[in-house]
């Protein structure tokens, strides 16, 4: 008797975890619909319906399709970034950082992440194949817009993990505005464990097993921070001080780890990709202030 019952708790145990695994690996997306509304209105897409906008698609490693959308500068430039939007979200969320963008001359490629947004449904590995998705839009850009462009990258939380996990490929970009980013997964689940569910945050190790099992990684290996051993690419680190879905330690600790020009600037009370929202001026001074030193604009 004891023996099934053990078989139970633990066939109960592994179907949890497999459950967790789940959970962050095939998260419910915000339908790019209720996104428009939702950044509409917070007042960051005002003009956006007046801009010109090239919509297509790119073909990733894999031969996933991801879709994207160019918007140009309102003069002829050499100046491209792309902006990548974080967890559960969609492109329409890098339209506030596109505002900024444009202000000082830059055209902009916003895309939607591996299966968010208007891609086709699949597993969001957290950073991991989605790295590889950046290369290709990076690839694609200078395919499409010539090889002397100066092209640079912006994150938000997943989406800045995102593009410092594609450091590890060398990306030929000129800067990196990394918003919210974390330096390791595995301590925002175990945060998010406590914070959100009271679970304990060793559970990520058993969950991540079944993550291998289940989706081909472990969130273990998820580590942008180790990308940073020789990169010299300049990063201008934002984060929220209340941040508590991915503390702003992050930031911090990624600065440390580069070898290449960083700044990080640290918002008072702002909470999770927040800091633009209540920020906005301090948010353009110190985005402007570091490409003006970093002799991308004048």
Not at 128 to 154: F, P, Q
Not at 198 to 217: D, F
Not at 227 to 234: H, K, S
């Amino acid at each position: 008797m004891l023996t099934v019952v053990l078989i139970i708790a633990v066939v109960l145990f592994i179907i949890f975890c497999a459950v967790l695994a789940h959970y962050a690996n095939s998260p419910s997306v915000v339908d790019p619909k209720e996104a428009y509304q939702v950044e509409e209105s917070k007042g960051y897409l005002k003009g956006w319906e007046d801009m010109k906008k090239e919509p297509y698609t790119i073909t990733s490693f894999d031969g996933y399709q991801l879709n994207a959308l160019f918007v140009p500068a309102e003069k002829p430039s050499d100046k491209y970034v792309i902006i990548s939007h974080g967890y559960t979200w969609c492109l329409i969320g890098s339209v506030k950082y596109l505002q900024l963008f444009r202000k000082y001359g830059f055209n902009c490629v916003l895309f939607d992440q591996r299966g968010h947004g208007d891609n086709k449904r699949t597993a969001c590995t957290l950073g991991l194949k989605e790295s590889r998705d950046l290369m290709a839009v990076i690839n694609d850009t200078y395919k499409r817009y010539g090889k002397d462009i100066v092209l640079g990258l912006h994150g938000e939380s997943m989406g800045s993990g995102t593009q410092i996990n594609a450091l590890q490929y060398h990306p030929d970009v000129k800067f990196i505005v990394n918003d919210c980013g974390y330096a390791e997964l595995v301590p925002v689940l175990q945060g998010q464990l406590k914070l959100q569910f009271h679970l304990p945050g060793w559970l990520t190790a058993p969950a991540s097993v079944l993550s291998r099992i289940m989706y081909g990684y472990s969130w273990y290996s998820i580590r942008p921070i180790d990308a940073l051993a020789d990169n010299e690419i300049p990063i201008c680190f934002m984060h929220g001080e209340k941040d508590t879905f991915i503390p702003p330690v992050h930031s911090q600790e990624m600065a440390e780890k580069t070898k290449g020009y960083q700044e990080v600037h640290i918002f008072k009370g702002s909470e999770h990709a927040v800091s633009i929202q209540d920020h906005p001026k301090e948010y353009e001074e110190a985005m402007h202030d570091f490409l003006v030193h970093i002799h991308i604009i004048d």
